[in-house]
């Protein structure tokens, strides 16, 4: 779909909402509060698509590491000629070690230097800076006199481009970790890593890992710093994790399980990743889930970043596109069991059975877990039966707790319509909605929940964005335009707070080289990373959230879609400001009158937060700053204020309330 075509589409829509200009003001009534916005409205969901954890916001850069992908020397070449066949040897421990199974056994003869060795491709390459600490660990077990090992980094040339040497010396029976740093002497975005093996006898080796230092807090083995920074300066309400569809798994055999991702690293049971060859034509073969990035992980990065955390687990249900296999409701006592015993790795004292197992992890005191998601897109009455099943358990338990329910996939329809009615009936506390839909569906619903049910069941919009090139697999953009109309829609939200108390984006990260869905919220390489359009909007409602809405009218009713505007007020009390958001959704500049009332005095000046560019454009590792906003300050006279909103822009006003 071209541009043409793309602008034309959003300009019909445009043309039959917008009515002919009037002149009637809009109205801001800063003194009647019509809603409170949560602390939690706007926040991030990480799924591991994407390669958005390995090869990703894991920092690792070693690909199949203790060799337990489905072909165990996937990513790895021999280097040099072994003297004799089976030199590199996996060895496949069984039910020595269910969790890891896998070791290589190289066998040496009296080799030379850079004689023998092992090279490691990384994710799509690795990315090395110049003068970065790089920290290397492994697992060993050698019979002989030791073993010298040469560490090499390396460009796509081959060039060394960073080295150390390493004395492995280890008797007995138990394995052994050996460890050492060196330093890079160059930037390369496709490095790999050597090692070369010298001297005579066995070596067992395992958990081969390699992490740069310059980590988020410099945490050995820990995130990419980058990449959380974008998350952190987003200043996000909540993190849902793990996902998405990996919660559910191709079956439940692969479901996601959060116990086997906490605890030693080495015993923590490699999955095969949902997204591996879920598209044919983007199939993933090396993609796994290693789970360096697990459960413990996900709440540190919440606290990290000062959000809730809100963990899914399996329902008992596996994915419904796929094998739609289900637990039978009288084996589904694990599953909730998994549920109750996450709380209390959460929150427990250190002397509870799962509290200590925090503890022991490095975090004694409690996370403070407050909600929970059961099922992930689940439908159906198979569903409803089982929600109620964890509701029962989870809430006699712990009352307070917060269940966030599946809507399913889609946002209207049938099993929409099914589960919106059965889910009230039960009063789940939310209603986790999704909709992935063209900037025409966004600018067509900014208007959804104007008149939804004021209950206690509250509305999570749990993953949305905007498609522009929907018939284009492959194609769908993070353009302007999708984002615009994102903005556009998430005014209703923010207007509707009452309710509507979460929202977020999906998918999050993609690494430009191993993506298999689009659009993103955030893209990456090996080296560096950058937010899209969608990005910017989604920052600019979270850093300009606001404590509670206020009527902002046109006529008495709300500006959604009249003269091509969606607008929002809300007043901030922690700051004492009243925050205006619009969106211009029109090729033209449109010029509006705003009465603010309910202030007792207008300041002198307000500042001005403008977001804009041509509906086609993106930003790239090439142009990272095309669409980014804008903020200045401008002057007011009086409690009417005449604004005029360019073309195609989401603009925020902040305006102290003297």
Excluded at 319 to 324: P, T
Aim: charged residues 20%.
């Amino acid at each position: 779909m071209n541009f043409i075509k793309i602008a034309g589409s959003i300009l019909l829509l445009i043309t039959l909402q917008t009515r002919a200009q009037n002149n009637s003001p809009l109205v801001v009534k800063a003194d009647q509060i019509k809603a409170t916005i949560q602390p939690t409205m706007w926040g991030i969901f990480f799924e591991d698509i994407n390669f958005g954890a390995d090869g990703g916001i894991y920092a690792e850069l070693i690909k199949n590491r203790s060799f337990e992908f489905a072909r165990p020397k996937m990513g790895w070449k021999v280097l040099g000629k072994p003297a004799t066949e089976g030199d590199f040897l996996v060895i496949n421990r069984g039910n020595e070690n269910t969790n890891n199974p896998r070791f290589l056994r190289v066998a040496l003869h009296n080799n030379a230097p850079r004689s023998i060795g092992l090279s490691n491709e990384g994710f799509r390459g690795m990315g090395i800076k110049k003068d970065n600490r790089y920290d290397f660990s492994m697992l060993v077990h050698c019979k002989g006199d030791g073993v010298k090992l040469l560490l090499e980094l390396v460009n796509s040339k081959d060039e060394v481009i960073g080295k150390q040497n390493l004395l492995v010396n280890t008797t007995g029976d138990e394995w052994k970790k050996v460890s050492t740093s060196f330093l890079s002497t160059a930037t390369v975005a496709n490095g790999k890593f050597n090692i070369w093996f010298e001297g005579d006898g066995e070596i067992d080796v395992d958990m081969i890992s390699l992490f740069p230092a310059d980590t988020w807090k410099n945490r050995p083995g820990g995130m990419r710093a980058d990449m959380v920074q974008l998350l952190a300066d987003m200043k996000p309400g909540f993190i849902r994790f793990p996902g998405g569809c990996i919660v559910e798994g191709f079956d439940l055999t692969r479901r996601y399980q959060w116990k086997k991702t906490i605890g030693p690293i080495e015993e923590r049971q490699l999955i095969i990743n949902r997204w591996n060859t879920e598209f044919a034509n983007r199939q993933a073969p090396d993609y796994f889930q290693t789970f360096g990035l697990g459960f413990f992980e996900y709440f540190q990065l919440a606290e990290d970043v000062g959000a809730e955390p809100l963990p899914i687990l399996n329902c008992g249900m596996a994915c419904q596109f796929n094998s739609g296999e289900v637990a039978p409701l009288n084996q589904l006592d694990p599953y909730i069991q998994d549920a109750l015993d996450l709380i209390e790795f959460a929150n427990g004292p250190v002397t509870s059975q799962w509290g200590k197992v925090r503890a022991d992890m490095g975090h004694a005191q409690p996370f403070n877990l407050k909600m929970m998601g059961v099922g992930n897109e689940n439908w159906g009455p198979q569903y409803v039966e089982r929600l109620q099943l964890f509701m029962k358990a989870i809430k006699s338990k712990y009352p307070e707790f917060k269940i966030v329910s599946s809507s399913g996939t889609d946002p209207d329809g049938g099993r929409f319509n099914y589960l919106n009615t059965e889910l009230r009936k039960m009063k789940t506390d939310f209603v986790d909605e999704h909709y992935y839909r063209s900037p025409e569906w966004f600018l067509s619903n900014a208007a959804r929940y104007d008149n939804y049910e004021r209950s206690s069941t509250k509305i999570f919009a749990g993953e949305y964005a905007a498609h522009v090139d929907w018939d284009t697999p492959g194609i769908r953009r993070n353009n302007w335009l999708s984002a615009l109309s994102e903005a556009a829609f998430m005014t209703g939200l923010e207007r509707n707070a009452d309710v509507v108390e979460m929202a977020s984006y999906a998918p999050l990260f993609a690494h430009v080289d191993g993506w298999q869905w689009a659009p993103d919220l955030i893209w990456a390489n090996n080296l560096t990373s950058y937010g899209s359009p969608n990005y910017q909007v989604q920052k600019m409602f979270s850093l300009n959230k606001g404590t509670h809405v206020v009527p902002l009218l046109q006529n008495n009713s709300p500006v959604s879609g009249k003269d091509s505007l969606y607008a929002t007020a809300c007043i901030d009390k922690k700051n004492g400001e009243l925050v205006l958001k619009f969106v211009n959704v029109s090729g033209n500049s449109v010029i509006k009158d705003i009465l603010l009332e309910g202030i007792k005095k207008v300041p002198a000046t307000a500042t001005q937060v403008v977001l804009s560019a041509p509906l086609n454009t993106v930003n790239s590792f090439e142009h990272t700053a095309a669409v980014v906003p804008v903020e200045k300050s401008i002057m007011l006279k009086s409690r009417k204020v005449t604004l005029q909103l360019i073309p195609y822009s989401f603009t925020i006003y902040r305006i102290k309330m003297l």
